[in-house]
């Protein structure tokens, strides 16, 4: 029933193909944190996780692939074309969302970590910060798991208890191999789960469409129906649009440490 408008999303990677056919005639808000770079997407991630999370709601080609069809675009290039970027980038990429009164920051973007390294407090201080203006800060959980054998724990800066970290699904609702797990006491937990196995979106031109894996597929869906709950409850922002989302997500018969709340569900 809803469809994100009016609700401004704010998507911090590797920027964004601004001339794909599919988001012609968006408002799109953009601006870039790598020295030397332009916004434009010279790496194909930023593009692909703008579309799940703001897609249109008919595409070009093929089936939809966007969540919040209507909502206000704001694109940060914090990772280089080369898919990489540092801490200060991704801080001033924040900092600028927030000033921009984006209600949903979306980062699929991180650093594994160890068991017992615990957060990064600048980050936490970034993300309270975030809540407090309004503003909630969804995060990949992370890639480094082997299951079954080997379950990695929630990546920088996803683990910050004030950041939400998004698991990822298959289609089947089980939880992907890659996907790491809650494994720390003081944060690091998992809040959510979103699709993230064969996931297709936008990718830059010529391409222009992408299945890809990963829990960077998943947040962006995760902040696509943020965007949902934004928009059918324009009084609730911050930690409570975040509670919004943990509450009515889909419960299921994985554990807790892995998949958080459940799946994602929309309005």
Avoid at 172 to 198: M, N
Avoid at 240 to 254: E, I, N, T
């Amino acid at each position: 029933r809803y469809s994100g408008k009016g609700v401004r999303v704010a998507v911090l990677d590797t920027g964004f193909d601004l001339e794909h056919p599919d988001f012609l005639g968006r408002n799109i808000v953009s601006r870039s944190f790598i020295p030397g770079e332009a916004v434009q997407d010279g790496h194909g991630h930023g593009t692909h996780c703008v579309g799940t999370a703001c897609g249109p709601k008919m595409a070009g080609q093929g089936p939809r692939y966007g969540v919040a069809y209507d909502a206000e675009i704001y694109v940060g290039k914090v990772l280089s074309n080369a898919g990489s970027g540092g801490d200060a980038g991704i801080l001033a990429g924040i900092s600028w969302a927030i000033s921009q009164k984006c209600r949903i920051i979306s980062m699929s973007l991180g650093a594994p970590t160890m068991i017992g390294q615990g957060y990064s407090r600048i980050f936490e201080q970034v993300a309270r910060r975030a809540l407090s203006a309004g503003s909630i800060i969804i995060a990949a959980a992370g890639n480094e798991s082997e299951r079954p054998g080997v379950i990695s724990p929630v990546g920088h800066p996803a683990n910050c208890p004030s950041i939400m970290a998004v698991a990822a699904l298959d289609s089947r609702l089980g939880i992907a191999p890659f996907s790491c797990g809650g494994r720390e006491l003081q944060g690091g937990q998992v809040d959510i789960a979103g699709p993230g196995v064969g996931v297709r979106s936008a990718w830059p031109r010529p391409t222009l469409y992408r299945s890809i894996s990963g829990t960077s597929m998943a947040t962006p869906h995760v902040a696509g129906i943020a965007a949902l709950h934004a928009e059918a409850n324009s009084d609730v922002q911050g930690g409570a649009l975040g509670w919004l989302l943990l509450q009515s997500a889909m419960r299921l018969s994985l554990p807790v440490n892995d998949i958080g709340a459940g799946l994602v569900q929309a309005p």
